[in-house]
Protein backbone atom coordinates (compact mmCIF):
# COMPACT_ATOMS: atom_id res chain seq x y z
CA UNK A 1 0.00 0.00 0.00
CA UNK A 2 2.60 2.25 1.23
CA UNK A 3 4.74 1.47 -2.24
CA UNK A 4 1.81 2.09 -4.11
CA UNK A 5 1.27 5.73 -2.81
CA UNK A 6 5.46 6.15 -3.59
CA UNK A 7 4.61 5.31 -7.13
CA UNK A 8 2.25 7.68 -8.02
CA UNK A 9 3.79 9.94 -5.63
CA UNK A 10 6.38 9.10 -8.04
CA UNK A 11 4.36 9.22 -11.29
CA UNK A 12 2.82 12.97 -10.22
CA UNK A 13 6.33 13.91 -9.85
CA UNK A 14 7.99 12.55 -12.58
CA UNK A 15 4.49 14.48 -14.55
CA UNK A 16 5.25 17.41 -13.13
CA UNK A 17 8.96 17.17 -14.11
CA UNK A 18 8.11 16.64 -17.63
CA UNK A 19 6.01 19.74 -17.78
CA UNK A 20 8.71 21.66 -16.16
CA UNK A 21 11.08 20.72 -18.63
CA UNK A 22 8.57 21.42 -21.66
CA UNK A 23 7.18 24.74 -20.18
CA UNK A 24 9.69 26.95 -20.82
CA UNK A 25 9.91 26.18 -24.32
CA UNK A 26 5.40 26.41 -24.46
CA UNK A 27 5.41 30.37 -24.36
CA UNK A 28 7.01 31.34 -27.04
CA UNK A 29 4.65 31.46 -29.63
CA UNK A 30 1.73 33.05 -27.61
CA UNK A 31 0.82 36.79 -27.80
CA UNK A 32 2.24 36.81 -24.63
CA UNK A 33 5.26 36.72 -25.45
CA UNK A 34 7.48 39.93 -26.05
CA UNK A 35 10.76 40.81 -27.28
CA UNK A 36 12.52 44.28 -25.52
CA UNK A 37 15.53 45.89 -27.15
CA UNK A 38 18.28 46.80 -24.89
CA UNK A 39 20.05 49.45 -27.30
CA UNK A 40 23.25 49.94 -25.55
CA UNK A 41 24.15 46.19 -24.93
CA UNK A 42 23.17 45.14 -28.19
CA UNK A 43 20.54 42.34 -26.30
CA UNK A 44 17.30 41.69 -26.51
CA UNK A 45 15.26 40.41 -23.75
CA UNK A 46 12.43 37.67 -23.96
CA UNK A 47 9.86 38.58 -21.90
CA UNK A 48 6.01 37.10 -20.95
CA UNK A 49 3.70 39.46 -20.10
CA UNK A 50 1.03 36.96 -18.75
CA UNK A 51 3.48 35.75 -16.40
CA UNK A 52 5.46 38.52 -15.97
CA UNK A 53 8.46 37.22 -16.18
CA UNK A 54 11.90 37.64 -17.39
CA UNK A 55 12.04 34.45 -19.98
CA UNK A 56 15.98 34.92 -21.55
CA UNK A 57 18.31 36.96 -22.98
CA UNK A 58 19.56 37.05 -26.38
CA UNK A 59 22.95 39.03 -27.35
CA UNK A 60 25.49 39.72 -29.81
CA UNK A 61 23.23 41.42 -31.92
CA UNK A 62 25.06 44.36 -32.87
CA UNK A 63 24.38 48.18 -32.52
CA UNK A 64 20.85 48.08 -31.37
CA UNK A 65 20.61 52.11 -31.22
CA UNK A 66 17.03 52.72 -32.85
CA UNK A 67 16.38 48.84 -33.28
CA UNK A 68 12.67 47.60 -34.70
CA UNK A 69 11.77 44.14 -35.11
CA UNK A 70 9.33 42.98 -36.62
CA UNK A 71 7.40 39.11 -36.19
CA UNK A 72 6.94 35.92 -38.57
CA UNK A 73 3.21 35.11 -39.12
CA UNK A 74 3.32 32.32 -36.61
CA UNK A 75 5.39 34.34 -34.01
CA UNK A 76 7.77 31.94 -34.04
CA UNK A 77 10.66 34.19 -34.53
CA UNK A 78 11.94 37.95 -35.14
CA UNK A 79 13.92 39.73 -37.38
CA UNK A 80 15.60 42.47 -35.86
CA UNK A 81 17.32 45.65 -37.68
CA UNK A 82 20.31 47.12 -36.21
CA UNK A 83 21.29 50.56 -36.37
CA UNK A 84 24.92 48.67 -37.88
CA UNK A 85 23.00 47.46 -40.66
CA UNK A 86 22.79 44.09 -38.93
CA UNK A 87 19.52 41.98 -39.46
CA UNK A 88 19.17 38.97 -36.98
CA UNK A 89 16.92 36.19 -37.14
CA UNK A 90 15.57 34.45 -33.60
CA UNK A 91 13.98 31.32 -32.62
CA UNK A 92 12.30 32.37 -30.02
CA UNK A 93 11.39 28.65 -28.73
CA UNK A 94 14.80 28.43 -29.21
CA UNK A 95 15.95 31.08 -27.61
CA UNK A 96 18.72 31.96 -29.79
CA UNK A 97 19.84 33.77 -32.73
CA UNK A 98 19.62 31.15 -35.71
CA UNK A 99 20.50 33.44 -38.97
CA UNK A 100 22.77 36.93 -38.81
CA UNK A 101 24.01 39.30 -41.65
CA UNK A 102 25.57 42.21 -41.86
CA UNK A 103 23.96 43.87 -45.01
CA UNK A 104 24.62 47.55 -44.94
CA UNK A 105 26.89 49.82 -43.18
CA UNK A 106 23.67 52.11 -40.99
CA UNK A 107 20.17 51.10 -41.66
CA UNK A 108 16.94 52.44 -40.28
CA UNK A 109 14.07 49.83 -40.30
CA UNK A 110 12.21 47.06 -41.73
CA UNK A 111 8.99 45.06 -42.59
CA UNK A 112 8.03 41.75 -43.50
CA UNK A 113 5.64 40.93 -46.42
CA UNK A 114 2.23 39.77 -45.63
CA UNK A 115 2.49 36.15 -46.60
CA UNK A 116 5.75 36.62 -44.22
CA UNK A 117 7.89 34.95 -47.36
CA UNK A 118 10.01 38.01 -47.75
CA UNK A 119 11.76 40.56 -45.14
CA UNK A 120 12.74 44.12 -46.54
CA UNK A 121 15.16 46.44 -44.89
CA UNK A 122 15.26 50.01 -45.45
CA UNK A 123 19.04 51.42 -45.74
CA UNK A 124 20.70 54.69 -44.86
CA UNK A 125 23.91 53.43 -46.25
CA UNK A 126 24.42 52.57 -48.85
CA UNK A 127 20.71 53.97 -49.67
CA UNK A 128 18.12 51.71 -50.37
CA UNK A 129 16.54 48.74 -49.52
CA UNK A 130 17.21 44.84 -49.51
CA UNK A 131 14.56 42.34 -50.23
CA UNK A 132 15.99 38.74 -47.99
CA UNK A 133 14.28 35.43 -47.87
CA UNK A 134 12.98 35.22 -44.49
CA UNK A 135 13.50 31.25 -44.63
CA UNK A 136 17.32 31.83 -44.96
CA UNK A 137 18.04 35.22 -44.81
CA UNK A 138 19.35 34.99 -48.49
CA UNK A 139 19.24 38.21 -50.63
CA UNK A 140 16.85 38.39 -53.04
CA UNK A 141 16.85 41.62 -54.46
CA UNK A 142 18.56 45.22 -54.24
CA UNK A 143 16.35 48.60 -54.75
CA UNK A 144 19.03 50.92 -54.88
CA UNK A 145 17.29 54.47 -53.69
CA UNK A 146 19.15 56.40 -56.60
CA UNK A 147 17.68 59.37 -57.51
CA UNK A 148 18.21 62.75 -59.21
CA UNK A 149 21.11 63.04 -62.33
CA UNK A 150 24.24 62.41 -60.27
CA UNK A 151 23.14 58.90 -58.92
CA UNK A 152 23.18 59.88 -55.41
CA UNK A 153 21.45 57.58 -52.97
CA UNK A 154 18.63 58.99 -50.59
CA UNK A 155 18.66 57.60 -47.33
CA UNK A 156 15.57 55.37 -47.00
CA UNK A 157 12.56 55.83 -44.07
CA UNK A 158 9.11 54.41 -43.06
CA UNK A 159 8.96 51.18 -44.78
CA UNK A 160 5.84 49.34 -44.84
CA UNK A 161 4.53 46.23 -46.46
CA UNK A 162 1.66 46.32 -48.40
CA UNK A 163 -0.65 44.38 -49.93
CA UNK A 164 0.04 41.68 -52.61
CA UNK A 165 3.67 41.22 -51.67
CA UNK A 166 4.75 45.40 -52.11
CA UNK A 167 6.81 47.51 -49.67
CA UNK A 168 6.11 50.93 -49.59
CA UNK A 169 8.88 53.25 -48.80
CA UNK A 170 10.20 56.87 -48.70
CA UNK A 171 13.11 58.74 -49.58
CA UNK A 172 14.22 61.41 -47.23
CA UNK A 173 16.60 63.21 -49.63
CA UNK A 174 14.81 62.88 -52.78
CA UNK A 175 11.14 63.55 -51.56
CA UNK A 176 9.78 60.38 -53.45
CA UNK A 177 7.64 57.42 -52.44
CA UNK A 178 8.55 54.49 -53.91
CA UNK A 179 6.12 51.29 -54.22
CA UNK A 180 7.88 48.02 -54.69
CA UNK A 181 6.31 44.78 -55.98
CA UNK A 182 7.65 41.94 -55.05
CA UNK A 183 5.26 39.61 -56.79
CA UNK A 184 8.66 38.07 -58.07
CA UNK A 185 11.31 38.31 -55.25
CA UNK A 186 14.54 38.54 -57.08
CA UNK A 187 13.06 41.17 -59.99
CA UNK A 188 10.98 43.83 -58.06
CA UNK A 189 9.04 46.32 -60.39
CA UNK A 190 9.23 49.86 -58.55
CA UNK A 191 6.64 52.26 -59.21
CA UNK A 192 8.08 55.94 -58.31
CA UNK A 193 6.00 59.20 -56.50
CA UNK A 194 8.28 62.09 -57.09
CA UNK A 195 7.82 65.45 -55.33
CA UNK A 196 5.64 64.03 -52.64
CA UNK A 197 7.15 67.37 -50.29
CA UNK A 198 10.56 67.53 -48.58
CA UNK A 199 12.03 65.42 -46.40
CA UNK A 200 9.71 62.81 -45.16
CA UNK A 201 11.30 61.52 -41.92
CA UNK A 202 9.31 58.67 -41.18
CA UNK A 203 5.74 56.78 -42.35
CA UNK A 204 3.24 54.36 -41.34
CA UNK A 205 0.64 52.24 -43.37
CA UNK A 206 -3.11 52.35 -41.75
CA UNK A 207 -3.53 48.56 -40.30
CA UNK A 208 -6.43 48.37 -43.07
CA UNK A 209 -3.07 48.21 -45.33
CA UNK A 210 -5.47 51.29 -47.34
CA UNK A 211 -3.52 54.37 -46.52
CA UNK A 212 0.57 55.23 -46.67
CA UNK A 213 1.08 58.35 -44.86
CA UNK A 214 4.81 59.96 -44.56
CA UNK A 215 5.70 62.66 -42.39
CA UNK A 216 7.31 65.87 -43.87
CA UNK A 217 10.76 67.43 -42.08
CA UNK A 218 11.12 70.14 -44.43
CA UNK A 219 7.05 71.96 -44.54
CA UNK A 220 3.86 71.30 -43.35
CA UNK A 221 1.24 68.63 -44.28
CA UNK A 222 1.72 65.00 -44.91
CA UNK A 223 1.85 63.34 -48.24
CA UNK A 224 -0.87 60.42 -48.16
CA UNK A 225 -1.34 57.41 -50.55
CA UNK A 226 -3.84 55.82 -51.07
CA UNK A 227 -2.44 51.86 -52.00
CA UNK A 228 -6.13 50.97 -53.38
CA UNK A 229 -5.65 53.29 -55.83
CA UNK A 230 -1.89 54.20 -56.99
CA UNK A 231 -3.41 56.13 -60.12
CA UNK A 232 -4.72 58.58 -57.86
CA UNK A 233 -0.87 59.44 -56.53
CA UNK A 234 0.23 61.51 -54.18
CA UNK A 235 -1.87 64.00 -52.14
CA UNK A 236 -1.30 66.61 -49.72
CA UNK A 237 -3.15 66.11 -46.31
CA UNK A 238 -3.00 68.70 -43.30
CA UNK A 239 -1.84 71.56 -44.69
CA UNK A 240 -1.86 72.77 -41.19
CA UNK A 241 0.40 69.97 -39.63
CA UNK A 242 3.56 70.48 -39.08
CA UNK A 243 5.70 73.13 -37.54
CA UNK A 244 4.07 76.30 -38.78
CA UNK A 245 5.33 79.71 -39.42
CA UNK A 246 7.55 79.76 -36.34
CA UNK A 247 9.75 76.41 -35.98
CA UNK A 248 10.40 75.07 -32.92
CA UNK A 249 13.61 73.23 -32.32
CA UNK A 250 12.96 69.44 -32.64
CA UNK A 251 15.11 67.53 -30.15
CA UNK A 252 13.61 64.15 -31.35
CA UNK A 253 11.95 63.34 -34.61
CA UNK A 254 8.49 61.97 -33.33
CA UNK A 255 7.29 58.12 -34.78
CA UNK A 256 4.65 57.95 -37.02
CA UNK A 257 4.74 53.91 -37.04
CA UNK A 258 2.79 53.79 -33.87
CA UNK A 259 0.28 56.61 -34.63
CA UNK A 260 -2.84 55.96 -32.60
CA UNK A 261 -6.09 55.04 -34.76
CA UNK A 262 -8.73 55.06 -32.62
CA UNK A 263 -12.52 54.57 -34.48
CA UNK A 264 -12.63 57.28 -37.22
CA UNK A 265 -9.70 59.53 -35.08
CA UNK A 266 -6.16 59.30 -35.96
CA UNK A 267 -4.05 61.04 -33.25
CA UNK A 268 -0.72 62.71 -34.01
CA UNK A 269 2.38 64.01 -32.73
CA UNK A 270 3.13 67.42 -33.60
CA UNK A 271 6.15 68.62 -35.26
CA UNK A 272 7.84 70.43 -32.28
CA UNK A 273 5.06 71.77 -30.25
CA UNK A 274 3.80 70.42 -27.23
CA UNK A 275 0.80 69.24 -29.00
CA UNK A 276 -1.18 65.83 -29.77
CA UNK A 277 -3.11 66.53 -33.49
CA UNK A 278 -7.06 64.71 -33.32
CA UNK A 279 -7.59 64.34 -37.49
CA UNK A 280 -11.05 62.92 -38.87
CA UNK A 281 -9.91 59.73 -40.79
CA UNK A 282 -12.55 60.17 -43.09
CA UNK A 283 -11.67 63.25 -44.68
CA UNK A 284 -8.05 64.00 -42.71
CA UNK A 285 -9.32 67.26 -41.60
CA UNK A 286 -7.90 68.28 -37.98
CA UNK A 287 -10.89 68.42 -35.56
CA UNK A 288 -9.13 69.15 -31.66
CA UNK A 289 -5.44 70.29 -30.34
CA UNK A 290 -4.78 68.76 -26.72
CA UNK A 291 -1.82 70.50 -25.16
CA UNK A 292 0.44 68.48 -23.63
CA UNK A 293 3.46 67.92 -21.75
CA UNK A 294 6.07 67.99 -23.98
CA UNK A 295 7.01 67.18 -28.04
CA UNK A 296 5.41 64.10 -28.16
CA UNK A 297 7.22 60.83 -29.79
CA UNK A 298 4.89 58.25 -29.72
CA UNK A 299 1.34 58.62 -29.47
CA UNK A 300 0.08 55.09 -28.99
CA UNK A 301 -3.89 53.90 -28.53
CA UNK A 302 -4.98 51.57 -26.71
CA UNK A 303 -6.31 48.03 -28.63
CA UNK A 304 -10.11 49.34 -27.71
CA UNK A 305 -9.50 52.81 -28.86
CA UNK A 306 -10.74 54.64 -25.84
CA UNK A 307 -7.36 55.75 -24.35
CA UNK A 308 -4.32 57.09 -26.05
CA UNK A 309 -0.68 57.04 -24.46
CA UNK A 310 1.94 59.88 -25.15
CA UNK A 311 5.68 59.65 -23.90
CA UNK A 312 7.99 62.88 -24.91
CA UNK A 313 11.21 63.98 -26.59
CA UNK A 314 14.59 65.35 -24.38
CA UNK A 315 14.30 67.05 -21.98
CA UNK A 316 10.79 65.95 -20.51
CA UNK A 317 11.07 62.67 -21.28
CA UNK A 318 10.46 60.91 -17.83
CA UNK A 319 6.76 61.87 -18.33
CA UNK A 320 3.88 59.56 -20.16
CA UNK A 321 0.29 61.13 -20.02
CA UNK A 322 -3.11 59.41 -20.77
CA UNK A 323 -5.29 60.96 -22.73
CA UNK A 324 -9.60 60.25 -22.49
CA UNK A 325 -10.37 59.55 -26.18
CA UNK A 326 -14.10 60.26 -26.06
CA UNK A 327 -13.45 63.37 -23.35
CA UNK A 328 -10.32 64.20 -26.10
CA UNK A 329 -8.56 65.53 -22.82
CA UNK A 330 -5.74 64.47 -20.54
CA UNK A 331 -6.85 62.43 -17.88
CA UNK A 332 -3.36 61.02 -16.16
CA UNK A 333 0.51 61.82 -15.84
CA UNK A 334 2.77 59.34 -14.60
CA UNK A 335 6.72 59.13 -14.09
CA UNK A 336 8.11 56.20 -14.83
CA UNK A 337 11.22 56.66 -14.68
CA UNK A 338 14.05 58.39 -16.59
CA UNK A 339 13.93 58.45 -20.08
CA UNK A 340 10.73 56.72 -21.09
CA UNK A 341 11.49 55.82 -25.17
CA UNK A 342 8.48 53.49 -26.17
CA UNK A 343 5.58 51.45 -24.29
CA UNK A 344 3.44 48.61 -25.68
CA UNK A 345 -0.13 47.37 -24.55
CA UNK A 346 -0.55 44.00 -24.08
CA UNK A 347 -3.17 41.96 -26.55
CA UNK A 348 -6.18 43.04 -24.59
CA UNK A 349 -4.72 46.51 -23.58
CA UNK A 350 -5.52 45.82 -19.77
CA UNK A 351 -2.08 46.68 -19.34
CA UNK A 352 1.12 48.97 -20.71
CA UNK A 353 4.40 47.88 -20.44
CA UNK A 354 6.98 51.19 -20.69
CA UNK A 355 10.20 51.45 -20.79
CA UNK A 356 12.90 53.67 -19.15
CA UNK A 357 15.89 53.89 -20.85
CA UNK A 358 18.11 55.97 -18.36
CA UNK A 359 16.71 53.62 -14.85
CA UNK A 360 17.38 50.97 -16.98
CA UNK A 361 14.03 49.18 -16.26
CA UNK A 362 10.84 48.14 -17.43
CA UNK A 363 7.73 49.71 -15.66
CA UNK A 364 4.12 47.41 -16.21
CA UNK A 365 0.97 49.86 -15.34
CA UNK A 366 -2.42 48.70 -15.39
CA UNK A 367 -3.97 51.27 -18.01
CA UNK A 368 -7.94 51.39 -15.82
CA UNK A 369 -6.34 52.17 -12.52
CA UNK A 370 -2.68 53.58 -13.72
CA UNK A 371 -1.32 51.64 -10.62
CA UNK A 372 2.23 50.44 -11.11
CA UNK A 373 1.78 46.60 -11.12
CA UNK A 374 5.54 45.66 -11.79
CA UNK A 375 9.08 46.51 -12.51
CA UNK A 376 12.25 44.61 -14.60
CA UNK A 377 15.66 45.65 -14.42
CA UNK A 378 16.54 45.93 -18.13
CA UNK A 379 19.74 47.32 -19.89
CA UNK A 380 19.12 50.52 -21.49
CA UNK A 381 15.75 49.39 -22.64
CA UNK A 382 14.13 50.86 -26.34
CA UNK A 383 11.66 49.18 -28.05
CA UNK A 384 8.83 46.64 -26.52
CA UNK A 385 7.61 44.36 -29.05
CA UNK A 386 4.91 42.01 -28.26
CA UNK A 387 3.90 38.88 -30.11
CA UNK A 388 0.40 40.17 -31.02
CA UNK A 389 1.77 42.31 -33.53
CA UNK A 390 2.61 39.28 -35.92
CA UNK A 391 -1.17 39.75 -37.34
CA UNK A 392 -1.09 43.41 -37.91
CA UNK A 393 -0.45 44.72 -41.32
CA UNK A 394 2.55 47.58 -40.97
CA UNK A 395 3.84 46.29 -37.63
CA UNK B 1 25.93 77.84 -48.64
CA UNK B 2 27.45 76.31 -45.87
CA UNK B 3 30.11 79.31 -45.67
CA UNK B 4 27.30 81.89 -46.07
CA UNK B 5 25.81 80.27 -43.37
CA UNK B 6 28.98 80.29 -41.38
CA UNK B 7 29.71 84.17 -42.33
CA UNK B 8 26.26 84.67 -41.09
CA UNK B 9 26.70 83.57 -38.06
CA UNK B 10 30.11 84.98 -37.66
CA UNK B 11 28.58 88.48 -37.82
CA UNK B 12 26.03 87.86 -35.07
CA UNK B 13 28.10 86.36 -33.13
CA UNK B 14 30.77 88.57 -33.92
CA UNK B 15 32.35 89.21 -30.53
CA UNK B 16 36.29 88.51 -30.77
CA UNK B 17 37.05 87.38 -27.27
CA UNK B 18 34.04 84.49 -27.26
CA UNK B 19 35.35 83.21 -30.86
CA UNK B 20 39.22 82.95 -29.67
CA UNK B 21 37.67 81.71 -26.47
CA UNK B 22 36.21 78.78 -28.52
CA UNK B 23 38.75 78.24 -31.41
CA UNK B 24 41.08 78.02 -28.18
CA UNK B 25 39.17 75.98 -26.10
CA UNK B 26 38.46 73.07 -29.25
CA UNK B 27 41.86 73.25 -30.53
CA UNK B 28 43.73 72.57 -27.08
CA UNK B 29 41.47 71.73 -24.48
CA UNK B 30 42.52 67.98 -24.18
CA UNK B 31 44.54 68.76 -21.23
CA UNK B 32 43.29 70.86 -18.67
CA UNK B 33 46.33 72.68 -17.91
CA UNK B 34 45.97 74.19 -21.32
CA UNK B 35 42.34 74.99 -20.94
CA UNK B 36 43.27 77.02 -17.88
CA UNK B 37 45.74 79.09 -19.80
CA UNK B 38 43.12 79.57 -22.32
CA UNK B 39 40.27 80.95 -19.91
CA UNK B 40 38.09 78.07 -19.99
CA UNK B 41 37.32 75.35 -17.64
CA UNK B 42 36.78 71.97 -19.06
CA UNK B 43 33.18 70.92 -17.61
CA UNK B 44 33.56 69.11 -14.13
CA UNK B 45 33.40 64.96 -13.90
CA UNK B 46 30.06 63.96 -13.03
CA UNK B 47 29.13 67.01 -16.05
CA UNK B 48 31.79 65.19 -18.78
CA UNK B 49 29.70 62.29 -17.82
CA UNK B 50 26.50 63.57 -18.20
CA UNK B 51 27.44 65.54 -21.64
CA UNK B 52 29.17 61.92 -22.69
CA UNK B 53 25.83 60.80 -22.06
CA UNK B 54 23.94 63.28 -24.01
CA UNK B 55 26.09 62.84 -27.11
CA UNK B 56 25.47 59.22 -26.98
CA UNK B 57 21.94 59.31 -26.35
CA UNK B 58 20.55 62.33 -27.30
CA UNK B 59 22.21 63.73 -30.24
CA UNK B 60 22.80 59.88 -30.91
CA UNK B 61 18.91 59.81 -31.44
CA UNK B 62 19.42 61.69 -35.44
CA UNK B 63 23.73 61.07 -35.63
CA UNK B 64 23.47 57.24 -34.47
CA UNK B 65 24.33 56.09 -30.98
CA UNK B 66 27.67 55.06 -31.96
CA UNK B 67 27.60 58.56 -33.50
CA UNK B 68 28.16 57.02 -37.43
CA UNK B 69 25.47 59.08 -38.30
CA UNK B 70 21.48 58.38 -38.82
CA UNK B 71 19.01 60.94 -40.37
CA UNK B 72 21.75 63.53 -39.28
CA UNK B 73 25.39 63.07 -40.82
CA UNK B 74 28.44 61.42 -38.68
CA UNK B 75 30.13 62.82 -36.03
CA UNK B 76 33.40 60.78 -36.29
CA UNK B 77 36.51 62.36 -36.44
CA UNK B 78 36.67 61.52 -40.23
CA UNK B 79 33.55 63.51 -41.06
CA UNK B 80 34.35 66.30 -38.50
CA UNK B 81 38.37 66.73 -39.15
CA UNK B 82 38.05 69.23 -42.23
CA UNK B 83 35.18 71.49 -40.21
CA UNK B 84 36.51 74.55 -37.83
CA UNK B 85 35.78 73.63 -34.32
CA UNK B 86 34.17 77.36 -33.85
CA UNK B 87 31.46 76.92 -36.33
CA UNK B 88 30.50 73.09 -34.83
CA UNK B 89 30.58 75.08 -31.76
CA UNK B 90 27.74 77.73 -33.41
CA UNK B 91 26.09 74.74 -34.49
CA UNK B 92 26.01 72.76 -31.75
CA UNK B 93 24.99 76.15 -30.00
CA UNK B 94 22.77 77.76 -32.26
CA UNK B 95 21.37 74.60 -34.28
CA UNK B 96 21.21 74.82 -38.26
CA UNK B 97 18.19 76.70 -39.63
CA UNK B 98 16.79 74.12 -42.69
CA UNK B 99 17.96 71.11 -41.61
CA UNK B 100 16.81 69.42 -38.29
CA UNK B 101 19.62 70.36 -35.82
CA UNK B 102 17.78 71.99 -33.29
CA UNK B 103 19.66 74.65 -31.13
CA UNK B 104 20.88 73.33 -27.85
CA UNK B 105 21.98 76.42 -25.89
CA UNK B 106 19.63 76.15 -23.13
CA UNK B 107 21.00 72.74 -22.36
CA UNK B 108 24.81 73.70 -22.68
CA UNK B 109 26.89 76.73 -22.21
CA UNK B 110 29.95 77.59 -24.92
CA UNK B 111 32.52 76.27 -22.97
CA UNK B 112 30.76 73.23 -22.60
CA UNK B 113 30.06 72.95 -26.78
CA UNK B 114 33.43 73.43 -27.40
CA UNK B 115 34.73 70.94 -25.01
CA UNK B 116 32.06 68.19 -26.84
CA UNK B 117 33.49 69.39 -30.43
CA UNK B 118 37.12 68.78 -28.99
CA UNK B 119 36.01 65.28 -28.17
CA UNK B 120 34.16 64.35 -30.64
CA UNK B 121 36.87 65.68 -33.35
CA UNK B 122 39.76 63.32 -31.28
CA UNK B 123 37.24 60.32 -31.37
CA UNK B 124 36.93 59.95 -27.45
CA UNK B 125 33.39 60.13 -27.20
CA UNK B 126 32.37 57.72 -30.36
CA UNK B 127 34.17 54.79 -28.29
CA UNK B 128 31.63 52.54 -26.81
Known amino acids: ?395 | MDRQYISRLNSTYAVASFRLAWLCAAAVCSAPLHCAEAGIAPPALERRAALTGMVRQDCGSCHGMTLKGGLGPALTPAALTDRPAESLVVTILSGRPGTAMPPWRNFLSADEAAWIVDQLQRGVLDEK
Open chain 1, 1 to 395: MKNELGRVINAIVLCLGCLGCLGPGLPAARAEVGVVVERASGSVQLVDNDTRAALARITGLGDLSHASLVYSKDARHVFVFGRDGGLSKIDLLARKTVKRTLQAGNSIGGAISRDGRLVAVANYEPGGVKIFDAETLEQLAEIPSTYGSEGKRSKVVGIADASGSRFVFSLFDADEIWVADLSEPRAPRVRKFRNIGRQPYDALITQDGRHYIAGLFGEDGLALLDMNNLDGGVRRILGGYGQGEEKLPVYKMPHLRGWAMAGDLAFLPAIGRHEVLVVDRRDWRAVATIPVHGQPVFVMARPDGRQVWVNYAFPLNDTVEVIDVAALKLVKSLKPGKTVLHMEFTAPGDEVWISARDDNKLVVYDTKSFARLAEFPADSPSGIFFAWRARIMGL
